[in-house]
């Protein structure tokens, strides 16, 4: 296979991790916004540590899709 369509299949993977971290971050954003008063407090901290870590992942992965895609620009 050649080192486009390789780089290219990487980017695709990517993407869908990509979607699969903002589908969740939404969802447990959502959830904590709507239940912070009925919640306890241990379970909303570790509801906002949950969504600042997928966000985080979120960004790293769109900072490697960002890098994949420059690469493609050399080949």
């Known amino acids: 296979m050649a080192k486009i369509d390789v780089t290219k299949e990487e980017i695709n993977y990517l993407k869908l991790w990509l979607g699969i ?4 971050d939404l969802s447990l954003f959502s959830w904590l916004v709507s239940s912070v008063g009925g919640a306890g407090v241990f379970l909303t901290v570790i509801a906002l540590a949950a969504t600042t870590g997928i966000t985080g992942f979120a960004f790293l992965v769109h900072r490697q899709i960002e890098k994949r895609i420059k690469d493609l620009e050399d080949l």
Do not use: D, E, Q, R
């Not at 971290?21 to 969740?24: E, G, I, L």
């Open 21 to 24: 971290a903002v589908v969740t």
